[in-house]
């Protein structure tokens, strides 16, 4: 079906749309906070995934959360250093090295994880799109059995990078962040909540 020009429709009124999004992680057994931070959002990715949404399309919502062991490197001083945050074009993590499957209404989820939509009663005009995923003990196949090993950002499990995609692989979110080994004696929780407001 041809659009046309649509900024030239008359019914079309300005509006202002927001996403912001909020990476929780907490260790399952000790309940210690190991993440707590705010990731960027793809502005193009997520208008579109919105758009497919709406109009009852393939993979407008959110399917799994990827990590990855790119978002940082060491410099010549050995310090860490920070990647921007991907989030133009046919963007990825810098580095995938594990996903989980988040979409509880499609076969093969964990019972653990689910993708929830709510409505903010205050402002009435928010509402949240809540991912939550557990990352077992026994996940990643082929991660360190402990937690001693030598620092090395370089590793396959040395978390740095997170977002959340569509089921086609599309990015809609990414955060950076100092890195964090998942080994066989930790399970995470995490809570990855979009938080999406209309005005």
Request: glycine fraction near 8%; avoid cysteine.
């Amino acid at each position: 079906m041809q659009l046309g020009n649509l900024s030239a429709l008359p019914y079309l009124e300005d509006a202002r749309f927001r996403a912001i999004g909020r990476v929780v992680i907490h260790d399952v057994v000790t309940g210690e906070l190991v993440l707590d931070k705010k990731n960027a959002i793809h502005p193009q990715n997520m208008a579109f995934a919105i758009a497919r949404s709406l109009a009852r399309d393939d993979y407008g919502y959110v399917f799994k959360i990827g990590f990855g062991n790119g978002g940082t490197f060491l410099n010549s001083s050995n310090q860490i250093n920070y990647r921007s945050p991907n989030t133009v074009g046919a963007a990825d993590l810098y580095n995938l090295t594990y996903e989980i499957q988040v979409d509880e209404q499609t076969v093969g989820t964990p019972v653990t994880n689910s993708v929830v939509a709510l409505q903010s009663p205050v402002p009435a005009l928010t509402s949240l799109v809540i991912v939550t995923a557990q990352l077992n003990a026994n996940e990643p196949a082929g991660q360190s059995i402990a937690d001693n090993t030598t620092f090395d950002p370089n590793a396959d499990f040395f978390f740095d990078e997170v977002g959340l995609k569509t089921a086609d692989g599309m990015l809609l979110s990414h955060l950076v962040f100092s890195p964090i080994e998942k080994t066989g004696n930790r399970a995470f929780l995490i809570t990855y909540t979009l938080t999406i407001s209309v005005s």
